[in-house]
């Protein structure tokens, strides 16, 4: 079985930054799996991200997305590969302002023929299925512009968006900060269930610790980078 990611050796310094944010002997996501990545705030989770999704390069050993190269791919192989088959919750959901609801979902498709092709009938149709799955079905609540919808609702259309058109991996950065315990948990049910039934694997990334039970896998980037900075007994005691 081919891994979704699967990183070897890997290690990136931040340009003029004096040490590695990230020295990872192994990190992999296998096909359909749900994992929970947690660290600290700037334990470097987001840089991680950047990585596996070919936005950023290591200044040393192997990334291999969906089976290929990342390392090696150009910039527009890396692009085609985002595109195809990773479905992104950004922090900040990163949704287009000056397009709809609707749209916002259905834009990924317009990026990818494959996730194009695994979309039976109209994109339309599909995205309103989606946010309909993800408990955005009000006709009034589609028609608003995305920066007239509430954080939460905002962050459904950001989750229909990763998903349309059956990406191999779900990523999702830190997409629960704002929301309070109840709707975070509900949350995380509904983004794992519509994984589960499209097959897709989720990487789930979080500085909450309390996130760890939705998971099947969790897995300590403090445990596994080796250029993290081992707390001191002072700091982990108080
Ligand atoms: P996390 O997502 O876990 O909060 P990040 O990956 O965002 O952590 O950041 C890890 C470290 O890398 C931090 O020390 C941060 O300041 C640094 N960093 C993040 N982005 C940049 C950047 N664009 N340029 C320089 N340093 C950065
Ligand atoms: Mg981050």
């Excluded at 931040?14 to 040490?19: E, G, S, T």
């Excluded at 339309?124 to 989606?130: F, W, Y």
Aim: aromatic share 4%; proline share 6%.
């Amino acid at each position: 079985m081919t891994a979704l990611v699967d990183l070897k050796g890997v290690r990136f310094t931040w340009p003029k930054q004096p040490r590695p944010v990230l020295d990872l002997a192994e990190f992999t996501v296998l096909p359909g799996e749900r994992v929970f990545l947690r660290g600290p705030s700037g334990s470097g989770k987001s840089t991680l991200l950047g990585l596996i999704s070919g936005v950023l390069a290591p200044q040393a050993g192997e990334i291999h997305l969906m089976g290929e190269d990342l390392v090696a791919a150009s910039g527009a192989r890396r692009d085609r590969l985002r595109a195809d088959h990773l479905g992104i919750i950004f922090q900040l959901f990163n949704l287009v302002p000056y397009l709809g609801v609707v749209a916002n979902v259905a834009l990924p498709l317009r990026f990818s023929a494959r996730r194009r092709a695994a979309v039976q009938g109209a994109p339309d149709a599909e995205a309103r299925r989606l946010l309909a799955a993800l408990g955005l079905s009000d006709p009034e609540l589609l028609e608003r512009r995305v920066i007239d919808l509430s954080v939460g609702q905002q962050q459904r259309v950001a989750a229909a968006r990763a998903l349309i058109g059956a990406p191999d991996l779900v990523i999702a950065d830190e997409p629960t900060s704002a929301l309070d315990t109840l709707a975070r948990d509900q949350f995380i049910t509904l983004l794992s269930e519509e994984a589960a039934q499209t097959g897709a694997g989720l990487l789930f990334v979080s500085h909450d610790p309390g996130l760890a039970s939705h998971f099947e896998r969790t897995v300590d980037l403090m445990e596994i980078n080796r250029a993290a900075q081992p707390a001191s007994q002072g700091e982990s005691a108080a």
